[in-house]
DNA sequence: CCTTATAGCTTGCATAATGCAAGTAACTAG
DNA sequence: CTAGTTACTTGCATTATGCAAGCTATAAGG
């Protein structure tokens, strides 16, 4: 009970939150399902466009922390649908504080808030996903 | 003016502030700066002990990026003080928000406050820096 | 049946970041 | 003159990131 050393780096709440989201994709993953996505072909078509291998890697690593669950929608084959958690929704606040700070500080920085919002009219709300190689015509 | 595609990933806010401090260090730096340390053996000597190669590269992205400043105290050899600009200081909302969510959803962290605070109690308060190697008498 | 397409991943590397250990420069104390 | 201290730099091994491609299961078109 009191060999218990559990942190990798210090008993801070910062450090210890770094270590889970202190990279520079996680929050990234976590923005869009707050902002409505959950398959991982709605994820991986961010605007950012993250690697597939690395978006699987986080998944798996965003759910053994507890931030978000993959629900199977479907299966043969099995498809998971993912959200966030409790835990995963708090996140929210960091967010938040990293979009006032970024809308401050370094200029020409957006909300990239692409939920269906109001009517349908939303850019680029019904276009396709985009293929590794998008050949066009 | 249209031409310009000045940013790595997109435009959003959130994914441009983790291009600056999307990384396990960066925002370590940055709060020991809020307590108050200064100088390149304070840093290195806080509980995560960041390795020295890595804090010398911080603090240079960091200047680069408009978020500390070194202030040479000393020539004969060169020596800085590094104190956050009002960028940097704004990062203590997002430093906030990573403490609250931290000590909600990660049992056992805690803040790290270690300004000298009250009358000379606090723990490790006077303690020499940590050398490499720890020679105890 | 056979080719295309699509969603959702996995695999193979090349490159970049991280981390440990040691080395160096310019002092200060003894 | 030797040892210690601060503030870094350098070397190298390990790990993470990123691009491109492959793979599986299903569906649609012809």
Known sequence: MS????????????ANS????????????VR?????????GELADSPEHIPTNI?????RRLEAAGIITGT???????????A??????????VLLAFVRWGRQHIPGTMVMDQR???????????????T???RAK
Chains 1, 2 share one sequence.
Request: proline fraction near 6%; aromatic fraction near 8%.
């Open 3 to 14: 060999t218990a050393k559990p942190f990798a780096r210090s008993a801070c709440a910062v």
């Open 18 to 29: 770094l270590d889970i989201v202190g990279d520079k994709w996680s929050l990234l993953v």
């Open 32 to 40: 869009d399902l707050l902002h409505g996505k959950s398959t991982y």
């Open 55 to 59: 978006l699987a890697e986080r998944l």
């Open 72 to 82: 199977p929608y479907q299966k043969r084959p099995v498809r998971y649908a993912y």
């Open 84 to 93: 966030l958690t409790p835990k995963g929704k708090a996140l929210g606040d």
């Open 116 to 130: 269906p919002a109001n009517g349908g009219s939303a850019a680029k709300a019904t276009a396709t996903r985009r």
């Open 132 to 134: 590794r190689k998008a």
